[in-house]
């Protein structure tokens, strides 16, 4: 089946530095999105991808839907300490579930 | 205001009871889904559905069930056949619509089987 390969499993970074992970498959996607689960929490939607290549912020967050359409990045600058929790990558092609990536869990030391 | 609602939050069953989780939403969204989550884990999707009256299964149906009478309730029940039930159960839904994939979730119910 299709699989996500997200990285890096886990980090821990100093407050004020910035962040990067990303994903990665071998199937080709249409669609790509960054969620943030936070303890015991439902994942949050953070930013939605539909086009190769496509470059997209949030306030601190930037991604970008790879132009091969296999792969994604996620990009979090000067982190704060409420940027902790759990990233997730997920990729979709037609009406079929999302794949979702086994996530990177971020800590920030203050 | 418009959400994902899943009830209870916390849920405690004993052994070889069936219990269900409740999830509905008031988006008008024609598809949802439910995911189990395990401790340092990422979602595992049990089944989905795309219109009432039907549903598919997921990569981890066996010893679930579900129903979808209503566009906007789904609720999933937990039987005593699953083998190990306890972990955090997410609901999620989204619209079906051509280039627009964003799936939503609700908060979450923590299911313990003592």
């Known amino acids: 089946g299709q699989q996500l390969n997200q990285s890096p499993q886990s980090m821990f970074i100093q407050e004020g530095e910035d962040v990067s992970m990303n994903c990665t498959s071998s199937s080709i996607f249409n669609t790509w999105l960054w969620y943030k689960q936070e303890p015991g929490e439902g994942p949050v939607l953070l930013i939605a991808?539909?086009?190769?290549?496509e470059l997209t912020s949030n306030g601190r967050l930037t991604a970008q839907f790879g132009i091969t359409r296999k792969d994604s990045f996620l990009n979090i600058s000067a982190s704060i300490p409420s940027d902790v929790g759990i990233y997730f990558c997920a990729a979709i092609t037609g009406n079929t579930p999302l794949v979702f990536g086994k996530g990177t869990r971020l800590s920030v030391i203050a | 205001d418009g959400g994902i609602t899943q009830s209870p939050k916390y849920l405690f069953r004993k052994e070889g009871q069936n219990v269900t989780l409740s999830c509905e939403q008031n988006?008008?969204?024609?598809?949802m889904y439910w995911y189990r989550q395990d401790p340092g884990q990422g979602l595992r999707l049990i089944y989905y559905s795309q219109i009432v009256n039907d549903f598919q299964k997921g990569d981890i149906a066996e010893g679930y069930s579900v129903s979808r009478e209503k566009k906007e309730s789904f609720p999933l029940t937990v039987t005593s056949a699953q083998k190990n039930p306890t972990a955090f159960y997410l609901c999620a839904s989204s619209i079906l619509l051509a280039g627009l994939n964003e799936q939503f979730f609700g908060p979450g119910t923590r299911l313990t089987v003592l």
């Open positions: 991808l539909y086009k190769a290549g």
């Open positions: 988006l008008n969204h024609d598809a």
